[in-house]
DNA sequence: CGAATATCCGGAACAACATTCCGTTTGTCA
DNA sequence: TGACAAACGGAATGTTGTTCCGGATATTCG
């Protein structure tokens, strides 16, 4: 990071045309206060609380961030890229069939370290609505490489969506509350377990 | 259902030792003002609004139902009976495999279809606490017993644990927005796929 | 360097809810 | 019917979300 001033490091990398330096600034330290907020409090945390963290008025939070999504959507964009970079690793140094797994298990770091960001995606809270079109629009398309590429060496069935199985992923991805992620872990791969060419499904009428 | 007066059916079936009749009333109209309003606002409707339409003040509601959590507990309590009861019948209809995925996909039913029940059960708000521990309660004793009968026949791995098959088998069993069931019912069948005796967890490092 | 001005800031103000509390009303029982 | 416990209702209080605008301040330009 080649960053001008020399202080603390900033949150937000993009650089910016003509902004004036304080908005930068209170942009930074609201994400800052942000993240040590959503951590310790939940991301249903007071603005006011986060504002005051941060040293500055609840206008200026509002202005920067009008929803609390974006301030979410900021946060998680670094850790969002990574998911979305470690698609072409994983696929460059393993077989369609791990590669894939090991990409759904990647989700689990994704989801599971950031304090409620898991059940954030799902509330269908309406103050958290941008969240899911904000990951899933990032992350399908990426999914959908990995799952074509086993799907057409044969490794696992082909009937399988993107969209459902990334859905499927992130729900699974989510630790129960106690935040045991090796469960979710677990449960992630046994769903991946159920993509390998079995021999069908249990077809049976109740 | 044997109830002495006539008039509209009651919600709560249970007797009651020594309540004043207005006081039954009430309740009942409560629990049907509540599933209307769940139904059609989603389960965050205002407190006030459910008590308006049983033509009741707040403070009766509050005193018949503290936590906004006991009003859903009241609501799906038929539901979750018979998703228990259904464990009984589906093992002596069915083999122990068939029996297990039959009675996962019918989570679906139960959780899919009363709005906001799933995201409620894993929102991880304080408010609906109780939620999963009732729902849990009651269901994790019966899918343990599906589970052991089916890993004993060896039809399926005997690795997974009751509760953790569990909360995932919940969590995809909530609809996307949009609630779209066919969706949930398929994630559900490949988490299911993935318990059928295999091969071997790819057990891969990154 | 010293205005001029486009930006940005702060926090009071308003609105929507949850939840409590207590004076009043109403069943119930003798 | 009268007395009393049980239950009711809704005003009052506290919290949080969100907006709005007078005042503060970087930046720019002469």
Redesign the interface.
């Known amino acids: 990071m080649k960053t001008r001033g020399g202080g603390k490091k900033e949150i937000s990398s993009e650089a910016a045309p003509s902004v004036r330096a304080d908005a930068r600034r209170n942009a930074d330290a609201l994400l800052r206060a942000a993240l040590a907020v959503f951590t310790e409090s939940?991301v249903?945390a007071p603005m006011r609380t986060i504002a005051a963290k941060a040293g500055v008025g609840v206008g200026t939070l509002y202005r920067r961030f009008p929803q609390r999504s974006d301030l979410i959507k900021a946060i998680i964009r670094r850790d969002l890229d990574a998911q979305v970079q470690a698609a072409s690793t994983?696929a460059a140094k393993?077989g369609p069939?791990?590669a894939l797994?090991?990409w759904m298990?990647?989700l689990v770091d994704f989801v599971a370290t950031k304090r409620?960001l898991g059940?954030a995606l799902?509330?269908?809270?309406p103050a958290y609505q941008a969240l899911?079109d904000f990951v899933l629009g990032q992350l399908t398309p990426v999914l959908r490489r990995l799952l074509d590429a086993a799907a057409t060496s044969g490794v696992i069935r082909d009937d399988?969506d993107a969209d459902?199985?990334l859905?499927?992923g992130l729900?699974?991805a989510?630790p129960?509350?106690g935040g045991d992620a090796a469960?979710a872990r677990?449960?992630v791969?046994?769903?991946?377990?159920?993509?390998?060419r079995?021999?069908s499904?249990?077809a049976?009428k109740?």
């Open positions: 939940g249903d994983l393993h069939g791990d797994a090991l298990g990647r409620d059940p799902h509330s269908g809270d899911p399988v459902e199985l859905n499927a729900r699974l989510t129960v509350n469960q677990r449960m791969a046994l769903l991946t377990d159920g993509l390998r079995s021999l499904v249990p049976v109740e």
